[in-house]
């Protein structure tokens, strides 16, 4: 297949969409009201965009990612009008969080309507749905007319993409159109909350923290079992893409990290260890951490490591929107083994650390 790439330079030099820029979503939006697929940017991650409404389409989102087609694809909207169409009941708790945290990056889970085909939510009766914040793709979500699945623009099992530039990586010949809106400025999926059983039900953290919806309800949601450790031979989680190992980068991973953080530099120091203990035998180690803990170990590692940071401990936007980014440029250049720093997991680190619990494959040290 042939890909088109489209570039919405002002959007990206100035953040207003132009008539130049318009005309190239128009064509996008064509795309998809054609039956073709078109990978977009959302303040999240890129998405890989179809009619939701058409199983064969759904079919092909999930050939073009490599994904197995049992795990369920998230509706885009770009009004509150479009939400009634696609499920067949609004319960209060899901016009709490819209009114809360919509348009924005959270995704929740409702009964489906007859609209939404099984091959478009894996077979479920319900339907993840999210209104995205970004302008790009709420223009274009708008200007198709049409409910968009999309999940994130990457190959099954990579990280997801944060820029066009892995859009092309991973979708090049697999999509028809890819839309350069410059970087995600979350740079991680968002959140999904359950709101089809009795209790509200974190099944994914993200951007909305669990502290926020927390605070919302006066009361904790529910944390899916998935979020807390490696499930049992048998078990499920509810959301199904849980269940994957995902964000993998190529070589293996191991996470340190003190679980309340407070023992910050004794991580880094069992990091340098590790480096060290590892430098007796042949490859190379990278290294991912934060800017704090770089300069910590400066000067202080052995060869054949290096090291990339994914931003400042004091700036958790920074770190989550650099992590896919930094977990594929290990991909790269020669690695045979990564060490990275974890966190606490509270606020944006909550989803921060279980991207990288399942980049690991639940490979932590606690220190
Ligand atoms: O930020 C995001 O959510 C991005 C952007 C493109 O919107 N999309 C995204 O989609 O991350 P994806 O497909 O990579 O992840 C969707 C997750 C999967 O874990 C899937 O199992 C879960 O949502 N999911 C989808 N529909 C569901 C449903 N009906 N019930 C439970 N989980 C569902
Ligand atoms: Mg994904």
Redesign the pocket.
């Known amino acids: 297949m042939d890909t088109v790439y489209l570039r919405l330079d002002d959007y990206i030099a100035c953040g207003v969409i132009s008539e130049s820029d318009e005309e190239k979503i128009r064509r996008a939006a064509q795309v998809l009201r054609e039956g073709g697929l078109v990978a977009f940017p ?1 303040e ?6 179809g009619d939701a409404r058409r199983g064969d389409v759904s079919k092909r989102i999930y050939a073009a990612k490599g ?1 197995p087609s049992d ?4 509706v ?1 909207i770009a009004q509150f009008s479009e939400l009634a169409p696609v499920v067949s009941e609004i319960p209060e708790a899901a016009e709490k969080l819209s009114a809360a945290f919509w348009p924005g ?1 959270m ?1 929740v ?2 009964r ?1 309507s007859e609209l939404i085909p099984a091959e478009t ?2 077979g ?1 009766s ?3 749905v ?1 209104m ?1 914040c970004h302008p790009v ?1 709420r223009k274009l979500i708008e200007t198709a007319g049409l409910p968009v699945a ?5 190959r099954s099992g990579r990280p ?1 993409t944060t820029t066009a530039e892995h859009c092309v990586e991973d979708l090049w010949g697999r999509v028809d159109l890819i839309l350069d809106g410059g970087p995600c400025d ?1 740079g ?3 959140t ?1 909350i ?1 709101v089809t059983g009795d209790a509200v039900a974190l ?2 953290p ?1 951007a909305v923290t669990f502290e926020m919806i927390t605070e919302l309800f006066g009361q904790e949601p529910e944390v899916d079992k998935a979020l807390r450790g490696p499930l049992k031979e048998g078990e499920k ?6 269940k ?1 190992r995902h964000y993998a980068p190529a070589a293996p991973l191991t996470v340190f990290r003190s679980k309340d953080g407070t023992k910050t530099e004794a991580v880094w120091s069992r990091i340098r260890e590790e480096a060290e203990a590892l430098s007796k035998e042949e490859g190379v180690t990278g290294i991912l951490c934060t800017k704090e803990c770089a300069a910590f170990l400066s000067g202080k590692l052995p060869e054949n490591t290096y090291v990339k940071t994914f931003g400042s401990l004091s700036e958790e936007g920074t770190v989550a929107k650099r992590l896919f980014a930094v977990l594929r440029e290990t991909d790269s250049v020669q690695t045979d083994r990564l060490l990275a720093e974890g966190f606490a997991e509270n606020d944006l680190f909550l989803a921060v650390m279980n991207r990288l619990k399942k980049a690991a494959g639940w490979n932590i040290v606690e220190v």
Do not use: C, Q, W
Not at 150 to 154: C, D, E, G, R
């Open positions: 959302t999240t991650v890129y998405g890989l965009g994904r795990n369920p694809l998230i885009h990056p995704t889970v409702f489906k939510t894996g479920l319900t339907v993840a999210r995205p793709a999309a999940p994130s623009a990457n997801s979350i991680m999926e968002s999904i359950d099944l994914r993200g989680p509810k959301a199904p893409g849980m994957y």
